[in-house]
């Protein structure tokens, strides 16, 4: 391995055990190559892989073993690859790509399995975008200029349409856009590297191509949308809206917590008695938080079981949770529609910053990425970030009070 790893731009060694097995370096990491004659006596060399997981030396030497014999028999393994290559299409790289990933064998930048809701998004991306526009096209003849114009035509909403699921009243709807556009090449990148590893290219097509800015506005709520949303809620509650459902978005605007993480609160995660939340998988990972006294109270008056915001149909997370949100926050509240459960969760660090708390608590109040719990020994919040957590939610809820408080 030492040698491998050790050699320059432009070296190339030669295996002692199987002929014509070797590794060189060209650019970036060492490649392993293995060069044969076919039986027409034609020269070829077959591109095993780059150096590093999977392909070690043992797994490398392994594998020209392999080829030899097949070239043993008569077979030429870069003619079949090349064969393979012009065969697969996009689309079928696409849904071996999903297949691995729900097999927890595509990591994310922090080396662990895509969540279930990301491989959902991911299917989604594919299916509205990618699929369409290239999805007939080859892996192998898939250029940058493609990929440009399968870009620009999303930016245009050439993928626009909407579609009824299965769900009553449920309908999806593409709407394309530069956020879309940037979101998606993103995916694609991914796949194209998936796909570079596999032998399936040797460049990504991706990397040169330049990125639209996905347009999100950091939103947040103004003083008057929080008083009208704090009384839609007040107002839903005494008109027999599912409590849970509420409560939910009530949690949401008093921790800044993402949407996922607040849906999916288990009791488990919850210590009411320290005011500390331990949620096991975050976007960011394994995520320590500091509860306020409201949101403890809040979970205290939930309905015991696995789950604190249960659905109406039993022990589970809310199902309709988004019918809610537009009952209440859009048709009840009237407040425009791009206020999103994120909004609330910028509004949150918003308040935060405005009460002057230094970026390092707000971060820790939100789990940030930096801020999550990578020292294992730190199980429980502190005073002081239970303090802060105390203050601007104490802050949020004067905001929302029909009648606030001079």
Request: with cysteine.
């Amino acid at each position: 391995m030492r040698i491998v790893e050790g050699l320059k731009v432009g070296e190339t060694v030669w295996d002692t055990m199987v002929i014509g097995f070797g590794a060189r370096r060209q650019r970036g990491r060492p490649t392993y190559v293995f060069r044969y004659r076919t039986k027409e006596g034609r020269q070829r060399t077959y591109t095993i892989g780059r150096h590093g997981s999977p392909w070690t030396p043992d797994e490398a030497r392994a594998e020209a073993i392999r080829l030899l014999r097949i070239v043993i028999d008569g077979g030429d393994p870069s003619g079949e690859r090349q064969i393979e290559h012009q065969v697969i299409s996009m689309a079928d790289l696409c849904d071996e790509y999903l297949a691995d990933a729900a097999a927890g064998r595509i990591l994310t930048r922090r080396g662990v399995a895509k969540s279930a809701s990301t491989i959902a998004t991911d299917h989604c991306r594919v299916d509205a975008h990618i699929r369409p526009l290239v999805g007939h096209l080859p892996v192998a003849s898939i250029s940058r200029q493609d990929i440009e114009r399968m870009m620009i035509d999303i930016i245009a909403g050439k993928t626009h349409k909407r579609v009824k699921l299965d769900r009553l009243r449920a309908v999806s709807h593409v709407r394309g856009g530069r956020g879309a556009a940037s979101r998606t090449m993103g995916l694609l990148g991914a796949i194209m590297t998936y796909a570079v590893r596999r032998g399936l290219r040797e460049d990504n097509p991706c990397r040169l191509v330049i990125k639209p800015a996905d347009g999100r506005r950091e939103r947040r709520l103004d003083d008057a949308e929080y008083r009208a949303l704090g009384t839609a809620l007040d107002v839903a509650e005494a008109g027999g809206e599912w409590p849970p459902a509420l409560a939910a978005i009530r949690f949401l605007a008093l921790t800044g917590w993402r949407r996922g993480e607040v849906l999916g609160l288990r009791y488990a995660e919850i210590d009411v008695a320290r005011s500390t939340a331990r949620l096991a998988a975050t976007k960011t990972g394994a995520s320590m938080r500091p509860l306020c006294t409201t949101a403890c109270q809040m979970i205290e008056a939930m309905a015991p079981g696995e789950f604190v915001f249960k659905s109406a149909g039993g022990d589970a997370p809310i199902a309709n949770f988004r019918r809610v949100w537009e009952r209440v926050v859009y048709r009840a509240a009237g407040l425009p529609r791009d206020v999103t459960p994120h909004v609330l969760r910028h509004s949150y660090a918003s308040v935060a910053a405005d009460l002057g708390l230094p970026d390092a608590t707000i971060g820790s109040l939100l789990g940030h990425r930096g801020h999550t719990v990578t020292r294992r020994y730190i199980h429980v919040a502190d005073t002081t970030l239970i303090a802060a957590a105390d203050t601007v939610a104490t802050r949020i809820v004067t905001l929302m009070r029909s009648d606030p408080a001079p």
